[in-house]
């Protein structure tokens, strides 16, 4: 039977607009896999450490410029954490009641380092960060801790447990705003390689329908060889009572990250290296505890280093990546 | 017949399209389990001793890419051995493993590095993949390294590698730094 022309112009029209659906929708799939990472070089160049000890013009942020690229670092399409501010809660696990560097004076310590840390030249580094709704705020603030008093090593998942027990229990909100940090007392282990091979991370996950961001830092008295720069810091109260002061540059390390690669697809180059791995230990020109510096007693007696002074303290706290100006190893933007 | 065409078209239409969501949602075979009691994707902060023996442990991998006898040598002590599982249990001394070609590989790319000291001693331990060659198939042979360093006057010298051929391991699609 033969169609009149009418009917086969439909037809044809029906059938281009069916083909172009499917040309259209296989493009979009395909976009989602090629988001996924960058192919996996045969060997991995560890050789890209910046510029140490290079003091650095300042550099005026992005402006309306999401995602920048060719600054050795590569964005690979996922989100970054734009909140103005971002919230840091403080899981405290262990015996923060204890001696040593397991005292309330750390407590006190770090989270007054995390209040004011938000907005200063160097966290203002983060900003040169984006994804393709906009850019990282700089701003960050210490918005809740509780407490979990322990003596039991923790595991990885034993680590989102606790975050999650947090959250559910109502300690602490559920905040896809926030990045919630696990700090351990000297005494408990992270059995996955806390002082072999590691000094900290940071991961993501879905806990009570909500993708929260965490990190986990051990107190760097427990190996300070391995992730300590000084046994006495700027803040300690004791000589080689480090842990503070350790934690906070690890911290700094982990917040860094955790807001610029919250779900771990976002900014890190061809070897894997965050923004804050690129410049690990990598602390730049600093200064020495004097007796007219802020620094604590005990940092004084021991000329501890700084390269940071903010909120009426010194720390010492390792460089991050600046994605703009070519990228090196930074303490302020 | 014209309910019959629109018909087939859909149906071809919603064939192929399931056919390519399908695939594109099949999992990948070494996909990390996030509920993993260990090792679960995390992006970790690697500690200084990690730090200083990737530097160490990469030197001496490029300088035995490139036959640089001398620059391999500055990393042995001259005591060096290494130690594979073979017929007879013999270590292959210094002399020999630097003389040596593809029968004492040397793993380029490392994951999973680990330090541990003890006084002038680290033990070293991480995974290495030999460096694929261009053009070639099947999965890059992979090798669980423990080294043994002793610090002397001159530095970091290496005495001793252990080191096993193992089934391949499935290495992170995103490489995550020095983990």
């Not at chain 1, 005026?60 to 809660?89: D, F, W």
């Not at chain 1, 005494?187 to 879905?206: K, R």
Request: proline share 5%; charged share 15%; aromatic share 8%.
């Amino acid at each position: 039977m033969k169609l009149p022309q009418g009917k086969i112009r439909f037809l044809s029209v029906l059938f281009f607009l069916v083909l172009a659906v499917n040309f259209m929708a296989g493009q979009a799939i395909k976009r989602g896999n090629n988001a996924a990472g960058d192919p996996v070089p045969d060997d991995i160049n560890h050789t890209h450490k910046g510029n140490p000890n290079q003091t650095l013009p300042a550099i005026a942020g992005p402006v309306g410029q999401a995602v920048v690229t060719g600054n050795g670092i590569n964005y690979h399409g996922g989100p970054v954490m734009k909140g103005n501010p971002v919230n840091i809660y403080l899981i405290w696990y262990g015996n923060w009641s204890g001696t040593g560097s397991n005292t309330a004076a750390t407590v006190s310590t770090v989270e007054h380092f995390v209040s004011t840390l938000g907005n200063t030249p160097y966290e203002k580094i983060n900003t040169t960060y984006g994804d393709t709704t906009g850019n990282v705020s700089g701003n960050l603030t210490f918005a809740g801790h509780t407490f979990v008093n322990t003596t039991t090593n923790l595991t990885d998942a034993r680590l989102k447990t606790t975050v999650s027990n947090a959250i559910s229990s109502g300690a602490l909100p559920n905040d896809a705003n926030g990045v919630y940090m696990v700090l351990s007392s000297s005494n408990i282990n992270e059995t996955s390689g806390f002082c072999t091979q590691y000094c900290g991370f940071h991961t993501h996950a879905t806990l009570s329908g909500t993708d929260i961001k965490y990190a986990f830092v051990g107190n760097p008295d427990r190996c300070q060889s391995g992730c300590e720069a000084q046994t006495t810091g700027p803040n300690s109260p004791a000589a080689g009572v480090g842990g503070a002061d350790g934690m906070i540059n690890i911290m700094t390390h982990e917040s860094e990250e955790s807001i610029t690669d919250p779900d771990l697809n976002a900014w890190f180059d061809a070897n894997g290296e965050e923004d804050a791995d690129k410049c690990n230990f990598n602390f730049g020109a600093t200064s020495t505890c004097t007796s007219t510096s802020v620094c604590s007693a005990a940092g004084k007696s021991a000329a501890a280093k700084f390269n940071q002074s903010f909120g009426g303290n010194d720390y010492l706290m390792q460089q991050e990546w600046r994605n703009s100006g070519g990228g090196a190893c930074a303490q302020h933007l | 017949m014209k309910h019959g065409c629109i018909f087939c078209l859909i149906l071809v239409t919603s064939c192929m399209l399931f056919a390519q969501s399908d695939s594109s949602a099949k999992p990948t075979e070494s996909a990390p389990k996030p509920d993993a009691l260990q090792g679960s994707p995390k992006i970790t902060t690697a500690t200084r001793g990690v730090q200083q023996f990737w530097e160490l442990e990469r030197n001496l991998a490029e300088a035995f890419e490139k036959k640089d006898k001398n620059a391999m040598g500055k990393f042995l002590n001259d005591d060096f051995k290494v130690w594979m599982p073979n017929q007879t249990g013999s270590a292959v001394g210094r002399e020999d493993w630097l003389a040596s070609g593809h029968e004492n590989p040397t793993p380029l790319r490392m994951v999973q590095m680990a330090v541990q000291f003890y006084q002038d001693v680290a033990v070293v331990k991480f995974v290495g993949q030999v460096k694929v060659e261009a053009g070639s198939k099947g999965s890059p042979q992979q090798y669980f390294v423990v080294d043994l360093w002793e610090k002397n006057d001159q530095g970091w010298e290496l005495t001793n590698r252990y080191m096993a051929a193992i089934n391949p391991i499935q290495l992170p699609a995103k490489p995550n730094g020095k983990q």
